[in-house]
């Protein structure tokens, strides 16, 4: 028989923060999506970190958040060189509801083309009902 499970939403299983981590490489052209984040729950995204292995060329660009490949926040790239590493932290439009809703990182301008680490920083959002259940 199945044990019935008793933790209310104040339990620290609802209450932490969660990590997904992927390594990246940016495509061959600029402006284009790439470290795709989905979820089969709701879920809020607290932050995006990057951190550049490799480049093909280290000056100015832009690091873009986007979702459903609509641009969402911007943090300007001045020099990227090996070892840059950047946190864009959000507070408006990061609640990604259906897994077909769609988180990702573009790069553009001359900083793109590179080996990046990229690490989501989120919280599920209860109560949360798993998709295909």
Known sequence: MAKKDTT???HPHFTISRESRMAAVQGPASA???????SRNKVLLRAI???LRSAASGTAG???YTRSAA???????????????A????TTNNTLHTISEVAAIRITGAA????????????I?????????
Request: overall charge negative; charged content about 20%; proline content about 2%.
């Open 62 to 64: 832009s690091l873009h």
């Open 112 to 123: 793109d083309k590179g080996k990046w680490d990229v690490l989501y920083e989120y919280d």
């Open 125 to 133: 959002l209860y109560p949360s009902t798993h998709l295909g259940q």
């Open 87 to 90: 946190v864009l932290t959000l």
């Open 49 to 51: 970190h990057v951190n």
């Open 71 to 85: 641009t969402l926040a911007s943090k300007t790239i001045s020099s990227a060189s090996v070892g840059y590493s």
């Open 8 to 10: 209310a939403y104040d």
């Open 32 to 38: 284009v999506d790439f470290a795709h984040f989905r």
